[in-house]
């Protein structure tokens, strides 16, 4: 099994040869999100002047417009872990479909195979950076984005309101949101696991275009189902494990340890392991193209 000081050494070369996809542009987004919210309270303060302004809002039951998991600190939240969530998740896919494909293409595969680091943890630490590592890096930087747009935002509003919002509330909203989202970058680590190692084995083996072969053997395989079976039950699971956790309906239902999903958990761990296998067999055995 990899070992820590092995995979930190396998990781920092990643984030050498990858600093773009899995820090660059999240950070670079936030930054540009911070500003744009920056020109909005300068503007705000330059053009439009102090606005003496009271908001009364009623509400069915007598409940507080801001609480926790609600109101604009959530809605931030959402809005920019949901968008780099998605980011991410295209950011695995391009970063997965690519790292093994291109050190074959350029011929760096027999280098590193040089090295006295196993197909085993050269693998894993890939996977490893594709679907837990980019995920949480984006998902930080979204997190911090939303605290500070909500920071800047609180600032200017207080300061044209004579009622404004209450900081703390939307700091904790925010916070909580990221907490959801979380849970959520969790989920979607377990639940799209085989479709990612799927990727990582095909960028493994073939010679050229891996993502006509990520896409096409399932398209494939799921004209034949549809014309040989009356259902697609393997490509329908595919397609369902391609698809981030929450745009999916299926996805959604599913809870890693609750009895009902249990057979769909354990038919995730056996497959992701089997594809797993694969991979690092066939890293042993496809060298430079």
């Excluded at 069915?60 to 809605?75: E, H």
């Excluded at 800047?152 to 700091?171: A, H, P, Q, R, Y």
């Amino acid at each position: 099994m990899i070992k820590a000081k092995t995979f930190l050494a396998i990781a920092q070369r990643e984030l050498w040869e990858h600093p773009n996809l899995i820090w660059r542009i999240p950070l670079g987004l936030g930054l540009l999100f911070v500003f744009l919210a920056v020109c909005s309270v300068v503007f705000g303060f330059n053009y439009l002047g102090d606005i003496n302004a009271e908001v009364t809002v009623d509400v069915v039951g007598g409940s507080d417009l801001m609480t926790v998991g609600d109101g604009p600190g959530q809605a931030l939240s959402t809005f920019f872990c949901f968008a780099f969530f998605l980011l991410s998740q295209l950011i695995a896919l391009n970063y997965l479909l690519g790292t093994l494909y291109q050190e074959r293409k350029d011929r760096s595969i027999l280098f590193w195979k040089s090295l006295p680091v196993s197909d085993l943890d050269v693998v894993l630490s890939k996977l490893i950076v594709g679907v837990v590592l980019v995920p949480v890096v984006y998902l930080l930087l979204a997190w911090m984005t939303s605290l500070l747009v909500a920071l800047l935002l609180w600032l200017g509003l207080s300061s044209v309101m004579s009622d404004g919002m209450s900081f703390s509330e939307l700091f904790f909203a925010a916070v909580y949101g990221g907490f959801e989202w979380f849970v959520i970058v969790c989920k979607q680590m377990i639940w799209g696991l085989p479709f990612f190692l799927w990727v990582l084995l095909v960028s493994g083996v073939v010679s050229s275009q891996p993502i006509l072969w990520v896409l096409g053997i399932p398209l494939v395989v799921m004209i034949i189902e549809n014309i040989a079976f009356p259902q697609s039950v393997i490509s329908d699971w595919f397609w369902a494990h391609a698809t981030p956790w929450p745009l999916g309906g299926e996805a959604q239902s599913w809870e890693p340890l609750s009895g009902a999903s249990l057979v769909e958990s354990v038919v995730i761990v056996l497959t992701s392991l089997i594809l797993f296998v694969i991979a690092v067999v066939s890293r042993r055995h496809f060298n430079e193209i």
